[in-house]
């Protein structure tokens, strides 16, 4: 994932070209998008990273304002609308990615450690001590309130992927008559391969952070008919998700409630 | 031993046990029962609901044994989604804390979607408790036909129909929220011949005595009937 193959780099050089001419940027989008969905399936994330930043950020603009030009209006055609929208989800995604990594890094990395005790007490190396203590204090509570920063960032961008606005994560906002080589097909088979863990790493922040009710509510999330989020569940990946649910469920035990974070009756 | 196990902690540790050991099929049931039971906290029967669902998904067992119990998850998921979707207006008046929420019955949902407390009802409320007609329970004919006749009436008392216009009455019945209340559940392909009254029944309503002998009320509410049978025939 971490590296980008000499052809994969062809395909990512190949969008630069397909953005010269403003005119063609929804064509250009469409293209990238179809670059970047191969990239997914095949997990290439920071290939698929650098085929996003080939499209102008302003990408979406410049469609409004070609179809404005075209029409009168500024309402996309079918077509259009879904590449957007696609291009919307695959940011999302990787906005997901990126804020879940540094998040980790940070959780797993860089905690102040406590300054060792010093083995011959005297009076200086004691203050000495004391001071370091202090400052070690000041360290972790820094560290604490970056780390509470990027479990928020990481948890709102996770959700974001979950919960994605007008019809799901993946999913096109408009029918369209035909089916442009198998894009509502690898549509779904992405829906699996990334929905699934997307929820996991939001419940490897959440049961981290100490945040066992919402680990819970993953369970909600995931079982309801308004999101449908299940379906793109295998069987095996909802037995995972059930297990690590219920070792959220144990460290509620733990603390005197029951599984589910409610007081004992 | 069987009683000491029937103990909702215990159910609440076998699931668990259940799952380590991989035994979905039986999480499943478990998780099933103890939400039917759960009446007290709505978030919890849901997550109760939603795990017994996943629990399911998760099971290697052939579906039959399981397809019963998904039927009703998804009855009582669609019930718990009714409850959701109540008015801010209405949990305000109820001084509700939407975290300690209970879990209320079909009737009162009914009740609350359209009564007082749901100060802005529209069609869409009115149809939403139409809806929540499916989920009384089985027994109860009489409750069934009494709340039919209560949202009917209220849906007619939110407007004020002696103050309609009579030059124009076919345009001004179609605006009252009785009326876009059939069209909308004509609409959703609702079955109105079982679930609309006829004019005669309506009129007799405990709600709408102190209107029926009201003779503008009743040229307005006829004429919006006329309408509503030309539509259905359609």
Known sequence: TNQVSDSDQEKIDAIEWMTFDPLQRSEAMKQANAIMRSFLASKKLLACKKAFDQLPVKSIDVIFKNTLQQTGNTELSNEDGNAVKEYLCIKAYLDAHDAFNEWFAHYHGRKPTLPEPPSAANYMERVAHEHRVKEHKVEVAQWQSSLDQLTKRAEESLYNVLLFVTGGWMVDQNDVSQEEGGRLHQMR??????????????????????????????????????????????REELQKLLSKIRESCLELLDAKLDPLGYELA | ???????????????????????????????????????????????????????????????????????????????????????????????????????????????????????????????????????????????????????????????????????????????????????????????????????????????????????TFRFFLGTAFEQIQRMMAK
Request: net charge negative; glycine share 2%.
């Open chain 2, 1 to 215: 031993l069987g009683r000491f196990l029937q103990t909702d902690e215990h159910k609440y540790m076998s699931w668990l046990h259940n799952i380590a050991m991989g035994n979905f099929l039986q999480a499943h049931a478990t998780l099933f029962d103890l939400a039917k039971e759960e009446e007290k906290i709505f978030s919890k029967k849901k997550t109760l609901l939603s795990l017994s669902k996943l629990a399911a998904l998760a099971s290697e067992d052939p579906p039959d044994i399981i397809a019963n119990n998904w039927e009703e998850i998804q009855r009582e998921q669609t019930l718990m989604l009714h409850q959701e979707q109540l008015p801010e207006s209405v949990i305000e008046g109820l001084a509700l804390d939407v975290e300690k929420f209970r879990v209320f019955s079909a009737e009162e949902l009914i009740e609350l979607f359209t009564g007082e407390l749901n100060v802005d009802a529209m069609e869409f409320d009115f149809k939403k408790a139409l809806d929540l007609l499916e989920f009384l329970p089985k027994d109860g004919r009489a409750d069934f036909d009494r709340l039919l006749m209560l949202i009917w009436s209220r849906a007619i008392l939110r407007d004020s129909w002696t103050d309609l216009d009579s030059t124009e009455a076919e345009t001004a019945c179609k605006r009252t929220v009785f009326f876009r209340t059939v069209e909308l559940a004509i609409a959703e392909d609702m079955d109105l011949a079982t679930r609309l009254p006829n004019l005669d029944r309506l009129l007799s309503s405990d709600e709408l005595q102190g209107l029926s002998s009201n003779k």
């Open chain 1, 189 to 234: 088979l992405l829906r699996q391969l990334c929905l699934p863990q997307i929820c996991f790493l939001l419940h490897t922040v959440l049961h981290s952070t100490k945040q066992h009710h919402a680990c819970l509510q993953l369970a909600d999330l995931v079982a309801s008919e308004n999101h449908l989020l299940y379906r793109s569940f295998g």
